[in-house]
């Protein structure tokens, strides 16, 4: 079942809570307005649910304060997070829709990008991989139209700071949207210095240990987000292929 279905077919009653809660409280609160609360369901979340929210909601907060982070949304900007929504993540239109109402809310928001990331690490710390999946669509969006301000690099930064990665890491993260070669070293984590032998054991564990589909799916995302955490496998498996056709690797 999609998440918004979930979002949408039974009151949750916003038992996440922060900045998070607050943006879902606002958004689908009129879908129970006349509903009863029922305080069982409404008290508690499953960790599962309450993951799929948090990346959700969360993914598309911290898209609209980094949007707005210069003072204005540009037309390139929500055309970029239109693309995202419809070939990255393959949402419907009644899910389209959903985002683009977080994204806007978020916006006129009082909480700050940091508080949202600053829950999202809360919910996920355990899961370095959700954690690099969160940098990589903030990536990806903000360098859509042609390149990184600095106003939302710092943003990006922060988050980076808040999710535990040094500077070393971030910088491999980045550079992943660059146009050379060092890109398949990025994806893998890896080096030009790292041994074959090195590089091998960091390509299993990426594929069997972090990005295997299996291992995400049982992470508890959201069906909407699968497909972009298939794309990072397949993403992974390409960089390894690159790699040894450049070192004669066999």
Do not use: W
């Not at 809660?21 to 069982?40: M, Q, W």
């Not at 959903?98 to 990331?117: D, M, Y």
């Not at 808040?162 to 080096?191: E, P």
């Amino acid at each position: 079942m999609s998440i918004i279905g979930k979002l949408v077919g039974g009151a949750i009653g916003f038992a996440l809570g922060g900045p998070i809660g607050a943006i879902a409280g606002a958004v689908f609160g009129h879908a129970f307005d006349n509903k009863p609360a029922d305080s069982d369901t409404a008290m508690s979340l499953s960790y599962g649910e309450s993951s799929q929210i948090t990346f959700f909601v969360a993914a598309f907060s911290m898209l609209g304060k980094l949007a707005r982070t210069d003072g204005q949304i540009s037309r390139a900007e929500m055309d970029a997070v239109r693309q995202f929504m419809t070939y990255d993540l393959n949402l419907s239109p009644e899910s389209q829709q959903v985002a683009i109402n977080i994204f806007l809310t978020a916006q006129e928001s009082p909480e700050s990008f940091e508080s949202f990331a600053s829950q999202f690490y809360g919910q996920f710390h355990v899961q370095p991989q959700m954690l690099e999946l969160m940098m990589d669509i903030l990536l990806r969006v903000s360098v859509s139209d042609g390149g990184i301000n600095p106003s939302e690099e710092r943003l990006i930064q922060s988050a980076a700071s808040i999710f535990g990665f040094n500077s070393a890491q971030y910088a491999g993260m980045r550079s992943r949207y660059a146009r050379d070669v060092n890109k398949y070293y990025a994806v893998l984590g890896c080096t030009h210095s790292d041994t074959d032998e090195q590089i091998k054991k960091q390509y299993r564990k990426l594929v069997v240990s972090e990005y295997h589909p299996d291992k995400i799916i049982a992470k508890g995302l959201p069906d909407e987000f699968i497909k972009f955490a298939n794309d990072k496998f397949k993403e992974i498996q390409e960089a390894y292929e690159a790699v040894k056709k450049e070192r004669g690797i066999i």
